[in-house]
């Protein structure tokens, strides 16, 4: 009975704070909030090497004119699809980075700022992914947030056999 008691009012506490309202995809930098719209998965592996790009997107689905966006550079332990895991931030080149690690930056409103340390969580679960991220960026920022949904997927493996 206890633990009813106490679990009924945490039941009713995200709708008193409008948590119900706040968007499922978006990331937050300090008190900014930007909501992500598209997600890029690249495969670009090689030879033994695992190596996939992530970019996540605000408004702008072409990269090169979007203002901000997060891009991370993931190796995994698979050449063939990106792996379900966790992955730590490694500030290694693509070759000294082990399976699991990434790299990347966050480009927000036009400025380029390189992350420095951070977790991702990637779970793709049929054909929908589902991704979580606290990462700090070289100015001392903290990056956060979460992506559920589809990838527009290319695959550019086969380039650098």
Do not use: C, W
Request: no cysteine; hydrophobic share 35%; aromatic share 14%.
């Amino acid at each position: 009975m206890k633990s009813i008691l106490f679990t009924l009012p945490f039941l009713f506490i995200p709708g008193l704070f409008g948590f119900n309202e706040i968007p499922g995809n978006f990331f937050t930098v300090g008190k900014n909030s930007y909501l992500l719209s598209a997600f890029h998965l690249v495969n670009e592996s090689y030879s033994i090497k695992s190596k996939f790009e992530i970019d996540l997107m605000t408004e702008k689905e072409d990269l090169a004119t979007a203002k901000t966006y997060l891009y991370f550079s993931v190796t995994g332990d698979n050449t063939a699809k990106l792996s379900n895991g966790i992955y730590q931030f490694s500030s290694g080149a693509l070759n000294d980075r082990l399976p699991f690690q990434f790299n990347g930056y966050a480009k927000i409103n036009d400025h380029l700022v390189k992350i420095t340390e951070g977790t991702i969580s990637l779970e793709n679960k049929k054909e929908e992914y589902d991704i979580h991220f606290i990462l700090k960026l070289q100015n001392g920022d903290i990056a956060k947030g979460t992506y559920r949904g589809k990838a527009l997927e290319a695959d550019r493996s086969q380039a650098y056999k």
